[in-house]
């Protein structure tokens, strides 16, 4: 048993919570209840309210409202109308908020320790209590359903309908009807709502009825749902709308495949498979011009557009297709119709109006009919005939068809005159008539001899009406018979241990259908393992026959373990065939596999420490097992008693390479010592688009790993721009390579592509880098367009052009740094309009006697040239000038010619 014992604080005055803080607190509110109207002044007394604060008061879920601050410890709020849930009375609660304090964007509440405030709103209305039927809210009655007034002293009446007149519309004619529909008792307001209404008709909610655009429909009136409610109920009615169709159209038959016919030609008219036919037409009223006059005095004319359907039905009524056509502004249409190859029979065009039964043939007022008729001839040969085989007879037959609903007579066959010495005999015999909607045959027997026949006989079919002689075909291939062989199994194979003595059967079939001769079992002479242990010669097999040979597979004990693969190959002079063999060679002798992990630490280290936790998979090359592991604490992993044989050994570890190798495990075991090189240096790839259409811009990141007993060698730049190269904008790259590792790193190399299409990269190898250093290595590039270039070096510049011969300057030996090397030829650097070394940057180029050094401040015409063998030349931006500065190279290389430009600004073009 539990026993909870809670105790209650008693608080010092103007102390509250069960903590007795000092807080802002409402304690209670005079008065607690007031009119549903609103305007009662309530006084809420608490403690420690601030004059400069806001305060709000909630009476329920009416909007807040602001608070008058008397004292610390009284305010005053007037309550607002009664709420949603006061309607009629009622009393909510009220908060007070403080402005000043909020969390998010809501105001904090102020505490009520003494329990929530509550205020009762009082229902008044001046004319009592609504007649017992409904309630009072803010002084006005809110009346219950079926009474109404202000009072609520009137009953609401239900809505009780009349019949309702039938309405005839004319066709397409707008129609408009104020409130047409008749309540015979019923209290207002009533809305008015339609069902089963067909498109455009509207019915208001006062009772107005619309339809812009009236669609006939020939099958009776549309018959509508009318409801009528008020607030205590609905009735419903039914209103009938008749749209009778206002025309009709005619259709003849104009002409077929271009060809007229006569109105007065007898009818029906022949038509010819697969034809195309014109069809011509006219829109017709059906009845007088006063008997479509609707309701609003408004008379139905023809006009263009208006809608036909032509439809197309055999002569039993039966509707094959439809065609919807439109008439121009005198009401004539002409259209065309393309009869399907396999139409015939006797047929019917009829015209009507869309919302007739399509086919529906009607006389209009004028007498016109809205049908015409004609009849087709279509035949086809549904199957032809083709006989392949050895030599014999063959029969068969060549099927026609009727398409038509009307019989066909006097049809005549006859074949192609040639007959090949090859075919013994050829006779047939066709039928000269087709039934309706029926078939018809050529039957044939033809008899073929070998060795090798291939014929084909046509036969060219007359049908009386048709216009078009049909053609049917029958091929004969015939050829002597041959044999074919089979093996059973097409593929041997099966594990084989060193030592043991194995046999295969292979069953030898004729499927063929003649002898095969006696056959010959070829084995592969390379593997001494396998013989026949039967003859290797097989005695013909007849059609449908079949032999056993059997294949001896003798392993030695001392066999290499693997697998034996080859093809057992068995022939005639007439036919011969395959089949394949694969049989693994394995021991049942096993060993241990030792996997010692290793990486540059185990040998960098006194520890020597392996690589522990590398996941290590070892694969049999012969049957495919698969064992796998981690490597211990100390790099080793050992797969014990697995069998003898290759296996494929895969050693990896996040952070280093990936080790393979195949190795053969031999009695005793085997250990291998995988070396796991760590990954120091990695490159990351990163493609950015940019805000330019189809712009991106890649990046690439190198990252390293530093100060580890191991050389990590880097180099910088990792991206060459090779539009500088090929333009020769730049004729070097000066690759700074740098050993970040702890131990230093010989035989350090630079590969560069060898096959540019016309770039050449000259450098030399530095050799040994050692630890924590740095060396540059130039590479220069040749074979630019504007390298080695002897004709006349045009520049253009604003306002400038130099232009004219030079000498390239001899190459010179690089001083000034610590990496040897060759500068290049000589150079000139310049600018359009611009400015070259505008901060007075010095380059410096060895071999010459001091060096070529030339600094380009501003002001300058040209720079310092110094040196004996060869020199750079850098011009910056000059200070207005009247000639052209020319600077001849050290060494004997002579510059172009130099313009000064409008901005007097200098600029150099070297001839090199």
Known sequence: TTTTTTTTATCAP??????????????????????????????????????????????????AVNALVLSASQLVCVSPASPAEAYGGGTVVVVVRDLNVTVGNNAVFVAAPAGALWFTYRAQCVNGNCGGHGMCSRGACICYTGWMGPNCTSPVLPVVLGAFADIVLAEGVSYTRDSPLTILSGTGPVTWTLGNAPAGMQLTPTGDLSWPVPAAKADGPYVLTVTAANSIGSAQGVLRVSVPPTYNATVRLASVNRVAVNASQPRPVAVVNSATVVLQGQVHALFSASSFVNSNGTTTSFSSNVPVVVSLLRSDNTLWGSLSVTTAADGSYTNSWTLPSNLGGAFSFVATHPALIPGTIVTSVSGAQNADNFTTVSVGVVSNLNF?????????SIVLRNFGNLPLTGIQTTRSLYTPPLVSSFAFNATTTLPALGDGTIN??????????????????????????????????????????????SHLTGELLQGQLASFDVVVTNVGAAPTEDLTVELPSNLAYLSLATSATIPSLSAGNAST????????????????????????????????????????????????????????????????????TVTSATTGA???????????????????????????????????????????GVSVRAFLATQVVSYTWSVVPVQITESYTFSLEATYVTNVPMPVVTFDPIVVDLDALETGVQTSINYVITNHGLIRADDVRLQLPTDHPFLTFTWTDPGSLEANS???????VSGADTVGDTTAAVATT???????????????????????GTSPTATTTFATGGTVNPTGSTTTWAGATTGATLTGPAGATTGTVGGSTGSVTSIGTGAPATTGATTTAAGGATTGAATTGAGGATTTEAGA
């Open 549 to 616: 040979f059997t294949l001896l597979l003798n392993i030695p004990p001392t066999a290499v373990l693997g697998t034996l693969t080859g093809n057992i190959i068995v022939y005639s002079r007439l036919v011969g065939t395959s089949a394949s063999f694969s049989f693994p060679i394995t021991s049942n002798a096993t060993a241990n596999l030792t996997i010692y992990c290793v990486n540059e630490l185990t040998y960098l280290t006194a520890a020597s420490p392996g690589l522990a936790n590398a996941s290590v």
């Open 14 to 63: 103007g102390l509250y919570t069960p903590q007795c803080l000092a807080i802002t607190a409402v304690l209670s509110l005079t008065p607690i209840n007031g009119s549903d109207f609103g305007g009662a002044r309530v006084t809420i007394t608490g403690d420690r309210f601030a004059s400069d604060r806001r305060y709000t008061c909630s009476f329920g879920t009416a909007d």
């Open 774 to 780: 740095s060396v540059v290595v130039v590479v220069q």
């Open 388 to 396: 392949n085989g050895y030599p014999g007879t063959y029969t068969g």
């Open 798 to 820: 604003q306002g400038a052009t130099s232009a004219g011969p030079a000498t390239t300057a001899t190459p010179a030996t690089t001083a000034g740094n610590s990496v040897p």
């Open 626 to 668: 698969t064992f796998s592991g981690l490597s211990g604490p100390n790099g080793t992993i050992i797969f014990s008693a697995l069998p003898l044989g290759v296996y494929n050994v895969k050693a990896q570890k996040l952070g280093h390479s990936v080790y393979t190798e195949s190795v053969e495990l031999v009695l005793g």
């Open 444 to 489: 044939v027997t033809v008899s073929g001899l070998g060795p090798y026949l291939s014929h084909q006989f046509v036969f060219l079919i007359v049908v009386p009406g048709f216009g078009q002689v049909l053609r049917a075909t029958v091929s004969l291939e015939v050829r002597n018979p041959l044999p074919q062989l089979t093996l059973t199994p």
